[in-house]
Structures are given as structure tokens and as C-alpha cells.
């Protein structure tokens, strides 16, 4: 079969990868596609966000599946518009996808279904919001109700900073349109984990737990990213506690949207806080984390496009998700100056010798191939992961293969797994 890859970074190239172990994959194509996924497929330069052009190329190219890696192809509707030419779209619907595209949705969803969340409002203006920031106090969080490349979120720790927030996203328009409404909520504090599931409307099929480091710097200083790092499992939810976990977070929003006859088919991704043992829900995203793909896809233990058509066609109940059982752990090789400015076009040296290490593989975000060279195009620009028999060990040679690598201007965190480490010591 032939399967499209709708995307562009370190997640569309950990798909790419593990579609080709399939052997009912014949070809692979990916747009917009980069460095990595070049290798592995043919890159197309369409736009992952222009929904005609894709569903197009799926016709020409006669594509038997389309792989959604991002949110926004999702919120703009391309499950739909490719249900109505019958190609098979891995993701939700555009109405399922607003749970990561509408902040102000997904709560919604959430008090409605009884999803443990913090207590909530959401705004349409901002005097309104404003003055009920100054009535309830700091801290508080601010987020633009719309996708906002992940930046659309501020946690407030004063009502000063909470205003500032409030400004820049609904009066100075920081965010365009994403910022119209705004949802501001109580501060949750704790531990994060990421929490996935195969979903098919019905049934769900749970991946392992996974941590995600979204700030730049060492000891979760500095500004947040798209991530500087994962691994899986996390110990703050050990899989003992996964039944309990999904039915709080992943089993209410199925049957929510299965009664609203839009029933959820794809990768439901839960974002919880723990404080102590019990989590709340922070976010949902309507697709495979990055980099938490990266270890969790090393880990899979099952054909996945067995697993993805399980979850379009409603038969997920009927296929065993297996997960090997060690550890994996993904360090992010970024450019210096990520999240804000920074250069481009370094050349990257040492790849090939870093996969050539065991139970390694250096996943490709921010790259171009040009020339027979791999050069950097992005700010986070490799996802290097590695298996191990724990956490230690694949800690250990990850950073053996990171330090085969070198271009100009690279940066990466040196504690991806230390928090894990912490709690298994």
C-alpha cells in the first residue's frame, strides 16, 4: 500500500520510520516532509496546511492511507475532506479535533464528560477578562483559545503579568484570531506526564506513559518549546496506574463525543499534571506528541498500520497493541537561540555514525537534504533516541550518540530523564 505522511518534523519522520517496517507498506510519501523523511520516502513540497493541495495529491498519487502528524491539518478539516474522496485518514474530524484546536472546547468537553481539570472561565473581551483576573488574584493561567504553535499559554504568577498576558493576546492580537477568546484558570502545580491512546470511537488501546521537557534550559528553566526532550515510561505514572488513569482522562471524552455522533478516531494525547498521585488533566492534543512520539514509536511493538486502520474502520478491540518493554529516551539537538531567533543552514555532521550505535536512531526535525549534505532548517533540528534496558541506560546512550554529532551553534539539554532518575533512585 501507499501511505501519506502529512508534515514536516522529528514525529512525521519517527511515522515514516516505523510505516516502512510494515510489510504491506510499498511506498511512502511525506509533505512537506524533511531531511530524514527523504530518506525513508519522497518528499513533496506541499504545505501541510493547505487542505485542497493534499487531498489532491492523495488522488493523483492513488494513496491508500493519510497520515495526520500535526494538529492544524486536523482542526482545518482533513480527515473530512478526505473521508469524502474514501481515502482513509488516520485523525480525528475537524469537530473532534477542536479539543486541541479550542482551548475553550476541550474545557468545555471536559466539565461536561467529568474530566478532572482546574476550574475555569473563558472570555470573548478583555475588559471582562481583566477585571475578573483582578477579582480572583494571581497566579493564574491565560491561554489564547486558539492553536498558537504552543506558545499560546502563559502561567501568571502575578495579576500584573496575568494583565500583560491578557493584552498581548486579546488587544495587541499576538496570537491573530487565536487569541480572540481566552480561557484564564486556576494554576495546577506537580509533575507532568503525557498519556496516549490509540483511539477508534469506541475502543481505546493505551501507550505507554511518557514525559515530555518543554523548557529550553537545564533543570526546566528558561522559556517553553515545542520540547527539548522525552522518554517513556515515566515513573510519576507507572503502569499499574494506567487503567485507573484512562478511565478518568481518555474513556469520558470517547463516550462524550461518541453520544455527539463525532466519535473520536486517532491519537487521543492527555496532558496531566500530577500533585501527589492524582492527576488532572491540563490539555488534550489530538495527535502523537513531539518528541514523545519518538520514544513511544521506538517501543511499539505491533504494525502500526495494522493499528491505524484498527482505528478508522472501528475494530481496535480486535488488535493487541504490544510495547516492548524497555526504556526510550529522545534528546532534541536544537539550534542556539531556540525558542526566539537563530541561525540556519549548519551543516550536520556524524548522523550516520550515531545510528550505528545499538538500539539507536537519529530522528530528523529541523532538516533539509541539499546537495548530498544534511543541513539545518528549523530550530529544533534532531530528536537522537535510544532503547536500554532502563532508564539509566537509555539515558547513557542517547548522549553517546548525541556526542557523535556536531554543527555549528548546537544546543541540547544535558538532563532529558533526570526527573525519572530521581524518582526510580
Known amino acids: 500500500m501507499k501511505v501519506l505522511v502529512v508534515g514536516s518534523g522529528g514525529r512525521e519522520h519517527a511515522l515514516c520510520w516505523k510505516l516502512a517496517q510494515s510489510p504491506k507498506v510499498d511506498e511512502i510519501l511525506c509533505t512537506p516532509g524533511n531531511g530524514g523523511t527523504a530518506q525513508v520516502g519522497e518528499n513533496i513540497p506541499v504545505p501541510d496546511d493547505d487542505i485542497p493541495a493534499i487531498v489532491s ?4 498519487r492513488r494513496v491508500d492511507l493519510v497520515v495526520a502528524g500535526p494538529e492544524l491539518p486536523l482542526v482545518l478539516g482533513l480527515e473530512n475532506a478526505l473521508s469524502k474522496e474514501g481515502i482513509p485518514c488516520f485523525g480525528p474530524n475537524a469537530y473532534a479535533a477542536n479539543l486541541e484546536g479550542s482551548k475553550a472546547f476541550s474545557k468545555n468537553v471536559m466539565h461536561e464528560s467529568g474530566v478532572p481539570t482546574a476550574p475555569f472561565r473563558v472570555f470573548d473581551e478583555y475588559e471582562n477578562a481583566r477585571n475578573f483576573v483582578r477579582e480572583k488574584g494571581a497566579p493564574l493561567v491565560v491561554k489564547a483559545d486558539g492553536l498558537a504553535a504552543g506558545k499560546g499559554v502563559v502561567v501568571a504568577q502575578t495579576v500584573e503579568e496575568a494583565e500583560e498576558a491578557l493584552h498581548d493576546m486579546m488587544v495587541k492580537k499576538s496570537f491573530a484570531s487565536a487569541g480572540d477568546r481566552v480561557v484564564v484558570e486556576e494554576t495546577l502545580t506537580g509533575e507532568e506526564a503525557s498519556f496516549l491512546a490509540f483511539c477508534d ?6 501507550l505507554p506513559s511518557s514525559q515530555d521537557h518543554k523548557a529550553v534550559y537545564e533543570g526546566d528553566t528558561g522559556p517553553n518549546t515545542g520540547g527539548m526532550g522525552a522518554y517513556s515510561p515515566a515513573p510519576i505514572l507507572p503502569e499499574e496506574k494506567y487503567a485507573e488513569t484512562a478511565e478518568s482522562a481518555i474513556a469520558p471524552i470517547l463516550k462524550h463525543l461518541a453520544a455527539k455522533g463525532e466519535p473520536f478516531k486517532g491519537i487521543l494525547y492527555a496532558g496531566l499534571m500530577f500533585d501527589g ?47 516492548k518493554p524497555e526504556t526510550a529516551i529522545c534528546v532534541v539537538m536544537a539550534a542556539k537561540g531556540y525558542p526566539g531567533s537563530y541561525p ?15 538500539n539507536v536512531k537519529v530522528f530528523h526535525a529541523g532538516t533539509k537534504l541539499e546537495n548530498g549534505k544534511i543541513l539545518s532548517s528549523g530550530g529544533r533540528i534532531l530528536g537522537v533516541t535510544a532503547l536500554g534496558k532502563d532508564l539509566a541506560e537509555a539515558k547513557k546512550r542517547a548522549y553517546e550518540a548525541v556526542d557523535k554529532i556536531s554543527f555549528e551553534n548546537s544546543y541540547y539539554r544535558r538532563d532529558i530523564g533526570d526527573k525519572g532518575l530521581k524518582r526510580l533512585a
Open 344 to 358: 540556519k543552514g549548519m551543516e550536520i555532521n556524524g548522523i550516520d555514525e550515531a545510528d550505528k550505535l545499538e
Open 57 to 60: 495529491l492523495a488522488k493523483e
Open 201 to 206: 470511537g469506541e475502543h481505546y488501546a493505551l
Open 277 to 323: 498521585d492524582t492527576p488532572n488533566v491540563l490539555e488534550y492534543n489530538v495527535r502523537f506528541g513531539d518528541p514523545e512520539c519518538q520514544p513511544l514509536l521506538m517501543r511499539l511493538d505491533t504494525d502500526i498500520v495494522d493499528v491505524m486502520l484498527a482505528c478508522i474502520e472501528g475494530r481496535l478491540d480486535q488488535i493487541e497493541v504490544k510495547v
